[in-house]
């Protein structure tokens, strides 16, 4: 039973450009959070998709975008880079069913993009 | 805002010493409260979570943790450490009256256990 699987592992971007991670949730899951973790921090939530539309939103600006598949699979967009943005990203999933559902998340091992 | 407060950032302990990590919420709602571990090189495993009902709980690896409602706490605690447990530790708050079930995470607490 595979895990939560997140590609690519490392990233290295120049400020301005776009880039894009995935995300793969573990079998049997539908629905999938991103969170962005910086240098000495605890993650810090990012947004959730659930039913292939966004349904919970953290403190990030429109540059953090994200789309969720018939699959269940992930992708999260950033826009226009800024060197703050350099974190590990990491993917989240669990089965949530409806609302207020008492339930587990279950990470990646994330994805390091580092902004030069 | 809701948040997260962890009290220590780096804990160093010899083995066999006892474990507390204290973690506080601020938040008046009902919440689900989990404790993280991340293990070097690893992603974010479970180590336990309290949902309702006795609020001490029990994890993996001789963990549990105390859910005190007054005071807002959900305490990490450990009789005996092993070198193995040299890992960083998150305390995690997921509000439910949004109905949907967000993490809010503390900044975390590095501990080095040595032999």
């Known amino acids: 039973d595979a895990g939560v699987t997140q590609s690519p592992t490392h990233l290295i971007k120049t400020r301005g450009q776009q880039v894009t991670l995935r995300c793969s949730p573990k079998s049997g899951h539908d629905t999938v959070s991103w969170y962005q973790q910086a240098l000495g921090q605890g993650p810090q939530f990012i947004f959730q998709?659930?039913?292939?539309?966004?349904?919970q939103r953290g403190n990030f600006p429109d540059r953090f975008s994200g789309h969720q598949f018939p699959n269940y699979s992930s992708e999260l967009n950033v826009n226009a880079l800024l060197l703050g943005d350099s974190a590990l990203y990491l993917c989240?999933?669990?089965?949530?069913?409806?609302?207020?559902?008492?339930?587990?998340?279950?990470f990646g091992q994330g994805t390091r993009l580092t902004v030069v | 805002a809701q948040s997260v407060s962890q009290h220590n950032h780096h804990v160093i302990l010899s083995e066999a010493a006892s474990l507390e990590l204290g973690c506080n919420y601020s938040y008046g709602g009902t919440v689900n409260l989990f404790w993280y571990v991340q293990y070097p090189g690893q992603h974010l495993q479970l180590l336990l979570k309290y949902f309702s009902g006795d609020p001490l709980v029990k994890g993996i690896k001789g963990f549990e943790a105390e859910f005190i409602k007054s005071k807002f706490s959900f305490n990490l605690r450990k009789p005996s450490v092993q070198w193995s447990d040299t890992a960083e530790y998150f305390c995690?708050?997921?509000?439910?009256?949004?109905?949907?079930?967000?993490?809010?995470f503390g900044a975390g607490t590095r501990l080095a256990v040595h032999p």
């Open positions: 989240a999933s669990s089965l949530e069913r409806g609302r207020g559902s008492n339930t587990e998340a279950f």
């Open positions: 998709y659930y039913e292939e539309e966004e349904r």
């Open positions: 995690a708050v997921s509000p439910l009256s949004g109905g949907y079930n967000k993490l809010i």
